[in-house]
């Protein structure tokens, strides 16, 4: 058997989550104190990273990933050119790609 070295698989978790509930010190994005954050930001003229972020928005895959897919969206939002194809022709950084 060619596997036979490995060890056994882990055992399922006991529990799982998901979505956890914010600390209360922080302001859910989608709250309505949130929105509007957003549009007092918006009618400042203090938002304009934040178009450039979302339209890069990806999810982290993995829990651990979330330095990594931050830094992802930020490269690609700065339009920094990772010279390396993505997929195709397209040239963008992806988790795999830092």
């Known amino acids: 058997d ?6 056994p698989p882990l055992p399922e978790p006991k ?3 998901n979505k956890r509930v914010l600390p209360p010190s922080l302001i859910a994005m989608s709250s309505t104190e949130g929105r509007q954050y957003l549009l007092n930001a ?3 003229n203090t938002a304009e990273s934040y178009w ?3 339209e890069q928005f ?3 895959s993995d829990p651990a990933f979330c330095g990594i897919t931050t830094l ?3 490269l690609n939002a700065m339009s920094v050119d990772p ?9 963008f950084y992806g988790s795999e790609d830092v």
């Open 58 to 60: 990806i999810n982290q």
């Open 83 to 91: 010279n390396i194809r993505w997929r195709g022709g397209w040239r």
């Open 2 to 7: 060619e596997f036979g070295h490995l060890p």
């Open 15 to 17: 529990y799982s989550v």
């Open 72 to 74: 992802v969206m930020v």
């Open 42 to 44: 918006l009618s400042s």
């Open 52 to 54: 450039n972020l979302m």
